[in-house]
């Protein structure tokens, strides 16, 4: 008998987040899967860990019937967890998300649920991230549009081996677009995301000023190939990316730089 895939399911908004229970839901159709995820909305707070103190991770109720674990630390926490032993099992894949906005270009050092990804690499475990554009509107129906192609997502990545340190980030287009119709699957790197915050200022009723970053959502480009060019166009974008990020093409230059 074959040894089924041990599975662990994580993401950065949260263990009451319902793209969550959707991800664990399509999850268990591929082993045994469990979920391990944080007791509140860790989203955009990158790479961390937890040193120097306790950490919690409590049973809680089972999301989509799968058994759930909530950890009030970070996400990339809770896939270090879920490596060194947390389960009393070897874990062979770390899938987090599902997240309710894209996570392109360069939001990837920001979010955590690619980071989450990330960290399980450093633990030997497979991993693969996946976020959806501009997800408004009504979630059944979006969750109807977006589950028969993360449930290919998933078994395509379970089907690529890929090099260590290395995940997969899959960005889905908006639901709107997915219902329009029938979306691809293009592989992609890194665009240009663009921007638009703006720094607001406020004063607080003692009459010390505080701070938002407020403004627009980010944009990003429509180049073809690019991840946010393509999930723009209505497409499924997956970008492989590894926790290597020297600047390869500055190595020759910089080594010819007279240091003295
Ligand atoms: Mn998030």
Redesign the pocket.
């Known amino acids: 008998m074959i040894k089924p895939l041990e599975i662990v399911v994580t ?3 949260g263990i009451s987040s319902p793209l969550l229970a959707l991800l664990a839901d399509v999850s268990k159709e591929f082993g045994n899967a469990a979920v391990i995820a944080p007791d509140r ?4 707070t990158g790479h961390q860990k937890t040193l120097g103190r306790s950490m919690r991770a409590d049973p809680a109720p089972p999301v989509a019937g799968v058994p759930a674990f909530a950890c009030a630390h970070t996400p990339s926490d809770c896939s270090a967890l879920a490596g060194l032993g947390f389960l009393d099992r070897k874990i062979d894949v770390v899938l987090s998300g599902v ?3 894209s996570n392109a270009s360069r939001d990837i050092t920001y ?3 690619v980071t989450a990804a990330l960290e399980a690499t450093i633990w030997g475990i497979r991993a693969a991230a996946f976020s959806i554009d501009g997800f408004k509107g009504d979630f059944e129906e979006n969750c109807a549009l977006l589950r028969p192609y993360l449930k290919r997502a998933i078994r395509k990545f379970l089907d690529i081996a890929l090099p260590p340190f290395t995940i997969l980030n899959f960005n889905f287009p908006n639901p709107a677009l997915l219902k329009e119709k029938e979306a691809r699957f293009v592989v992609t790197k890194q665009g240009e995301r663009i921007y638009h915050d703006e720094l607001v200022k406020r004063i607080d009723p003692f009459g010390r000023p505080y701070y938002w970053f407020g403004g627009e959502m980010p944009s990003g480009d429509r180049m073809e190939g690019s991840d946010c060019g393509e999930i723009a166009r209505g497409n499924i974008s997956v970008t492989p990316i590894h926790l290597d990020l020297t600047a390869h093409e500055l190595i020759e230059p910089l080594r010819k730089f007279d240091w003295r």
């Open positions: 993401n950065d908004d909305n860790w989203s955009a997240n309710p906005a979010s955590g649920t």
